[in-house]
C-alpha cells in the first residue's frame, strides 16, 4: 500500500525490526528492505504482544525496518464528533492579526532536532527521588503566575518581540480580547516543518 494512505491519527508505538539469525533471514530481510525502500511502499502486519493483537504498518527506515503500531478504526475518534471545531472555518479573523501570527510562525520555524527535546517532568522527579534518597530537604517553588491576556493583538506583538523581531505597528480596529483567559508564555523554540 502507498504510505501516505494511513492517516496520522492511527499511528501508535514504533518499534524497530530485525532479522533473524542466519542467511535466510538476513537474506530476505535485506530483499524487502530494499524492495519496499524502491516502491516506497509500507507492509501491513497482526502481530500478538502483550495478550492483545495488534495492527503494524512495516516500513523501511535508515537501513532498518521499522513497525508502528496503528490504532484500529474504533479505537480512533472521529474529527466531526469534537465539540467546536465546526465552528472554527466561519470564525473572522483579521488580516492584520493573520499577518503578525505568520510571522510569529516565520521567526520561530526551524528543523526538528530531538536532541532539544527532553522529558523535563521524568528528570525533575528523579531529582527529587535522588535527593530524597540523599536526605536532602525538598523545596516545592511556588509558579509565578503568569500575565492575564488583555488584548490578543497585543500579546501577539509580545511574543513576536520575545523572538527577537519587532512587530510593525498595526491598528487594534476590529480585533477581540481574550477576556481573562491566562497567556501562554513563549519561549524561543523551533517549530518543525510537515
Do not use: C, W
Not at 91 to 120: C, Q, W
Not at 140 to 164: H, Y
Amino acid at each position: 500500500m502507498d504510505d501516505n494512505q494511513i492517516r496520522p491519527i492511527y499511528y501508535s508505538d514504533f518499534h524497530y525490526l530485525a532479522p533473524g539469525e542466519g542467511k535466510v533471514g538476513s537474506e530476505s530481510f535485506a530483499l524487502f528492505h530494499k524492495a519496499m525502500t524502491q516502491t516506497k511502499r509500507t507492509a501491513l502486519a497482526k502481530v500478538v504482544m502483550r495478550n492483545r493483537e495488534h495492527l503494524l504498518a512495516i516500513k523501511p527506515y535508515n537501513g532498518a525496518l521499522i513497525a508502528q503500531t496503528l490504532h484500529y478504526k474504533d479505537e480512533v475518534q472521529g474529527i466531526e464528533q469534537i465539540q467546536g471545531l465546526e465552528k472554527i472555518e466561519k470564525v473572522p479573523v483579521e488580516a492584520n492579526t493573520l499577518n503578525l501570527a505568520k510571522a510569529l510562525i516565520g521567526e520561530m520555524s526551524g528543523d526538528f532536532d530531538p536532541e532539544e527535546y527532553t522529558d523535563e517532568y521524568t528528570q525533575t522527579l528523579l531529582e527529587i527521588i535522588r535527593a530524597k534518597a540523599e536526605g536532602e530537604e525538598i523545596k516545592v517553588e511556588p509558579k509565578t503566575e503568569r500575565a492575564k491576556v488583555v488584548d490578543f493583538m497585543d500579546a501577539l506583538k509580545k511574543s513576536l518581540e520575545e523572538t527577537g523581531k519587532k512587530p510593525k505597528e498595526v491598528p487594534k480596529k476590529g480585533i477581540a480580547t481574550a477576556g481573562k483567559r491566562e497567556a501562554t508564555p513563549v519561549k524561543k523554540r523551533k517549530i518543525a516543518h510537515a
